[in-house]
């Protein structure tokens, strides 16, 4: 079984700088996805950026990136220039790629609060 | 609005009771999957459904049970409750392909007294 873990319960970092929130997983596929998802205070899950494991491009969402290190089993998540609005709980998430009848819900990691001073 | 509907938002009830939550997903959707977040806890995956027919168990209890109608609707039924019961049950529908993760719903805060 996969497993998805999120070392830093909780960051801070000040408003319009950048941070970095770490994940890794583990997993003997070869072929799956990989997610961040918001939780605000509304406790809405927004999906911030995703990651297909057979591209080796980081993928980009405006002020958020990724660092995918597929060898290392790395999926970290920079946001630059944070915002207040940025304050929540994230959660690292991984998906099998593999097709067919079996499951294929999503692994979440404990999750990381992240904290934006002004 | 994110597409996917859940109700009741709020649901309060007492020990030993039965609930029901509901979940429309979002048009074209065929998978639903029910997750239940306690206050300390991450997500936990209870179940997914696939056109009607159950697709996977996660770390669902005996007293806990679901379904998918025809109309691609789910239920989530919590029965004998308890107070660690309480929590937010969140109800996502899959986009295709696979790739793009889930669409979750607003979410049922369940409170158990």
């Known amino acids: 079984a996969q497993t998805v873990t999120q070392s830093q319960p909780e960051m801070s970092v000040q408003e319009a700088e950048t941070v970095t929130l770490s994940c890794t997983y583990d997993?003997?596929?070869?072929?799956?996805?990989l997610f961040w998802y918001k939780q605000p205070p509304s406790r809405q899950m927004i999906l911030v950026i995703r990651?297909?494991?057979?591209?080796?491009q980081n993928a980009t969402e405006n002020r958020f990136s990724v660092n995918f290190q597929k060898a290392a089993k790395s999926f970290s998540l920079k946001i630059s220039d944070s915002q207040l609005g940025d304050a929540a709980m994230y959660f690292c998430a991984y998906r099998t790629g593999l097709s067919g009848g079996g499951a294929d819900g999503l692994t979440f990691g404990k999750g990381t609060h992240l904290i934006i001073q002004p | 609005d994110s597409g996917v509907t859940q109700t009741p938002k709020h649901l309060i009830t007492a020990t030993g009771q039965r609930v029901t939550l509901r979940c429309s997903p979002r048009?074209?959707?065929?998978?639903v999957y029910w997750y239940q977040q306690s206050l300390d806890q991450g997500l936990q995956f209870l179940i997914q459904?696939?056109?009607?027919?159950?697709?996977a168990k996660g770390n669902i209890l005996e007293r806990f049970s679901a379904q998918q109608f025809p109309d691609l609707h789910s239920e989530l039924n919590l029965s004998s409750l308890e107070l660690g019961d309480s929590a937010l049950y969140f109800c996502?529908?899959?986009?295709?392909?696979?790739?793009?993760?889930?669409?979750f719903g607003s979410g049922t805060r369940l409170t158990v007294v």
């Open positions: 997993t003997s596929e070869s072929d799956y996805y």
């Open positions: 996502a529908s899959s986009v295709q392909p696979r790739a793009y993760g889930y669409t």
């Open positions: 990651q297909e494991a057979y591209k080796q």
């Open positions: 459904y696939y056109n009607g027919e159950e697709r």
């Open positions: 048009s074209g959707d065929l998978s």
